[in-house]
């Protein structure tokens, strides 16, 4: 095998920066043969140019993919030059609602209980909404116009900067063809799935991860489709796999990879992503634990 | 080992470049356009700022500095004009007086607070800068403040002039040397109707002029009530601007009690006169008009014009070929309408006339003059063989004992004498009393306006009040019990106007002075 160079490797990276379109390539292998330092200086190339995170997936359990997921959402959020801030807030509503088991309470009751525990852990600060209702009643005495310039400003406000709670609904139709379903029952699968019920149940670690890889996958897709990066063609993010080898890293893999041929099979247009691993593969690319 | 040492070898090279993505760069040149255009307006926007609100931070700091930003007081021609509560001086002269008026002001808003009463505000409208050719001097401006402050520090301290139910502030309005900027300075007192404190009066218009009938109407049709302080021409009074009242006697006064003067003295049979022909002025013009109406049995021979303002027009030189047709006409006294520098220059020309051993009577009307203290020109006039005597708003001899006064002026003079100065030259300009007066009949109004409400009155109801400071509610001024009634147009009722002789005699001649009728 001959060995790669620099430029050859990054070539390859930089032939699938740009927007994907379907059916897309997100996924890079760089050679076996590439140098050791290969990965951070393809980082480096990308400061400043793209929104990027370097994971080292030996840091990481293969049962613990939701904390290498919140580290990438947590770096990728940083801001970028020319880049508007990246929020997960999709991700991060599934992040929460993995965090503990909810409540054992089955169907409908579950429902309402997992709707009231949704509304306690995401709802937007009483106190700000209080807050917020108060200056327009304030501006109020004012006078009505600029009470209503107010209520204005705090509806762009809220639509600028919105709370967890706004994108809980996602999950009852997640961005795929077909009917709506209630977002409660999706999110309480979700944590049922982390925190099964009953002594010894065991967690459907692949269905939980691939949830909130499709969160994130969608967290990008909408970043990209509004405001500046909706005009004009912009860098992916990318996120730069070190040690991919590792068992977190190949179940990352197998798990974006089945994620990304199941939107694409649904039509879902691809997300703006790209995946970097560094060359040393691992023996086992499965890791189905359910 | 391959692995590495390939990449060592790649990687020995440069760093890896990447080029910005399409939308960045095209990001970064809006941005960059972006940031200039705001950069621009920003610019545009405190250039504009600064043009705009420049000039005022700037005529304001001119005007007292730090302490005048945000006052009402702003520098505009080289003039500080404007409100002020006597805390911003407008010439050194007026320094100590003001700070009494300031401090009499702090006192009251501490004693309306103390006693739960309600506090009003009245405003000085008046010049009080003065430049070579102002309509008031410096010193007729100081007597009409010190006047002003004995009026105000009576009613607030003592109930001689009204039951003490609203407690006073006087705040100085200065409409510039020639009233030039009066409408700035009405602009800011029609503001004050709506302040804490509110202004609920004006008082002290002192020239009478085009000017000052402009700001009258404009305060009129903002609803304050008026009372003018040396203000004499006829016409500007409540028949002509409704909600003004005077403190002056009128032009016609003037005429009628030059009349009852010369009746009784006997010795005149006939009089020229002679005007000043500038049309636009309304003292001189409505002298004249109230002479012709009142003294026509007097008036002999042919009129004698002459043009405002001789100082600047020639001197003396103005008046030769009138003393040479006054000689001519074998005159045994002239009626002069004119101003009070015109009258100056006037008498120096008559001093050297061709007819100086023909005895001569010079007689004029004017609400007080300060030729009183000009000893030089008392000198001239005496050795001319002149005989110089005007009605006036008050006597030099009051203060002195020599003549016999209006029974509430010693009340004043007592007040007058223990504020500000013992010494009774100090009245002989007529402009304290006059001022005092006028303030008196202000506050009089203010305190019969609804004193049941524990509210301050508003200006339209002291206004409806002013026609009723008569009978059982006179104002008990130092010029006479004044009565104010629309019978008179608003003129003073009661009020006194002596004839005085210039040089102010030692001894006085015994005349039963008149008294403007109240009905």
Sequence with gaps: ?290 | MTSTSTGDRAGSGAALYLPPSDGALRWARKRRRMRRLSLLTAAAVLIAAVAYLGPIGWSNFQCGGLRSIGSDIREIDGECVGVTDGSFVFQDQFAHVQENIRAENEWAAAQAAAEGLPLVRIAMLTTMTTTADSAMSADKIQSALEGAYVALHRANRTPELGDRTRYVQLHLANEGARQTHWEYTVGRLEAMEDDDVPLVAVMGQGISSDRTVAAAERLSAAGIPMVTGVTTADGIDHDHIDGLIRAAPSNTDFAVALRRHLDARGDIGSAMLVYDSTAEDRYTTTLRTAYEAELGEYIAGSHQPFPGRSIATGGPEVFDPITRNICAAASEAVLFAGREPDLRVFLDALSVRACVDRPLTVLFGVTGTDMQQDEELGERIGAANLDVRYAAGSDPGWATGATEAPADFAAFHAHYSRLVDPDPAGLSDGYAVTYHDALATAIGAVRITNPWEVEAPLPEDVREHLLLLNSEQVVRGATGSLSFASNRGGNPGGKWVPVVSLPYPQDPPAEATYVTPVE
């Design chain 1, 1 to 290: 095998m001959p060995s790669a160079t620099l430029e050859d490797e990054f070539e390859k990276v930089k032939a699938l920066l740009g927007r994907p379109s379907a059916p897309a390539e997100h996924y890079v292998e760089l050679s076996a043969s590439a140098p050791a330092d290969l990965l951070d200086r393809i980082a480096a190339a990308l400061d400043g140019r793209a929104p990027h995170v370097v994971i080292d997936c030996g840091e990481f359990s293969d049962e613990n993919l939701p904390k290498l997921l919140a580290a990438a959402k947590a770096r990728l959020a940083m801001p970028c030059p020319n880049y508007p801030r990246l929020w997960f807030r999709r991700l991060e509503v599934g992040l929460v609602v993995i965090e503990r088991r909810i409540d054992e309470t089955p169907q409908i009751a579950y429902t309402k209980a997992f709707k009231e525990a949704a509304r306690n852990i995401i709802a937007p600060p009483a106190t700000a909404k209080r807050r917020a209702q108060g200056f327009v009643a304030l501006l109020a005495q004012i006078g009505p116009r600029i009470a209503l310039m107010g209520a204005i400003g705090a509806w762009l406000f809220e639509r600028r900067y919105p709370s967890l709670y706004e994108f809980y609904k996602w999950y009852g139709h997640r961005d795929r063809p077909g009917p709506r379903h209630v977002p409660e029952s999706r999110l309480g699968e979700l944590n049922n799935w982390a925190h099964p019920a009953g002594e010894h149940g065991t967690p459907k670690r692949r269905l939980r991860d691939r949830q909130l890889i499709e969160a994130m996958l969608a967290d990008l897709r909408h970043a990209y489709n509004r405001g500046r990066l909706s005009k004009h063609d912009w860098y992916r993010s990318v996120i730069l796999l070190r040690n991919s080898h590792t068992r977190a890293g190949a179940v990352f893999r197998e798990r974006l990879r089945s994620e990304l041929a199941e939107l694409e099979r649904l039509g879902v247009p691809p997300p703006p992503l790209l995946v970097v691993a560094d060359g040393r593969t691992s023996t086992s690319d499965a890791g189905d634990d359910e």
